[in-house]
């Protein structure tokens, strides 16, 4: 960010892999199991406040195996978060926030998933371009958010920071689920934290999922920290914006230099 949507941040990208039918057939049997693999294996991962994890660390084993590109696509409501971007920076406590995700290319032919990310903070709904270039590697993105449309941000604050995205665990199919998790640390410390329980319903159990999977990949050592996990109220919400609201901005500036942010 000095980029800006259209910047590469991985060149040579291919097409993603087509995504195995059978992967979204999997359903609620696919969570329970691989939740419950995670809590009869290995300890949880155990993390601290001097460096980010890397994905490797962060990811239970099957993302790596599993996940696909199209795994991000649709619309999300996020259950709960920890991130003090969205509470306490909105005072009262945001409410009907939705991620609605869409793969696309920019012009220079680097895939990337075009958020619009939306939040209701004191009772005015507020919509957000989020973009998150693909990696190499799976289930790793890099993301930047060029305009800050929330309460009590300045819009140009988060303009130069890049935010590395991991998807730590998911469910897939229609009542699938995402766990993300963004990190940034500088000179022994880590900065900032963002965890997002990203759910295509809205029930009790795929949020007692996904916080399952969250303390069985270690977690817990941050949402435990501070304000907590915050559970996000989606009564009296309206319909979630779709992503292609913001479309010209994500394909309208030209490739830049933005990759040697990551030399």
């Not at 962060?58 to 003090?84: C, I, K, S, T």
């Not at 009262?92 to 958020?115: A, M």
Request: glycine share 8%.
């Amino acid at each position: 960010q000095a980029l800006a949507p259209g910047r590469p941040l991985l060149t040579g990208s291919r097409a993603p892999p087509p995504m195995a039918g059978r992967s979204w057939r999997l359903g609620g049997a696919f969570a329970l199991g691989q939740v419950a693999a995670s809590l009869s294996g290995p300890a949880p991962p155990v993390f601290n406040n001097t460096r980010c994890p890397s994905s490797s660390e962060l990811q239970a084993p099957h993302v790596v195996e599993q996940f696909r590109p199209e795994m991000l696509e649709g619309v999300f409501y996020e259950l709960a978060f920890h991130d003090y971007m969205q509470w306490p920076l909105c005072p009262l406590r945001p409410k009907c926030i939705t991620s609605s995700k869409r793969l696309q290319v920019h012009p220079d032919g680097v895939h990337f998933v075009n958020d619009t990310w939306s939040i209701n903070c004191c009772g005015k709904s507020y919509s957000n371009s989020l973009y998150f270039n693909l990696t190499r590697q799976t289930g790793f993105l890099r993301g930047y958010w060029p305009t800050a449309r929330v309460p009590y941000l300045p819009e140009n604050i988060t303009r130069d920071v890049v935010f590395p995205d991991t998807v730590v665990d998911f469910k897939p199919g229609p009542s699938g689920w995402l766990l993300e998790l963004q990190c940034i640390s500088s000179h022994g410390r880590v900065l900032y934290v963002g965890i997002n329980f990203y759910s295509k319903t809205k029930s009790e159990d795929n949020f007692r999922e996904i916080e399952a999977a969250a303390r069985a990949r270690g977690l817990g050592f941050w949402m435990d920290q501070g304000l907590g996990l915050t559970r996000v109220d989606h009564s009296d919400c309206a319909a979630p914006p779709l992503s292609d609201t913001h479309d010209r901005e994500a394909s309208g500036v030209a490739p830049g230099n933005a990759m040697a942010l990551f030399v």
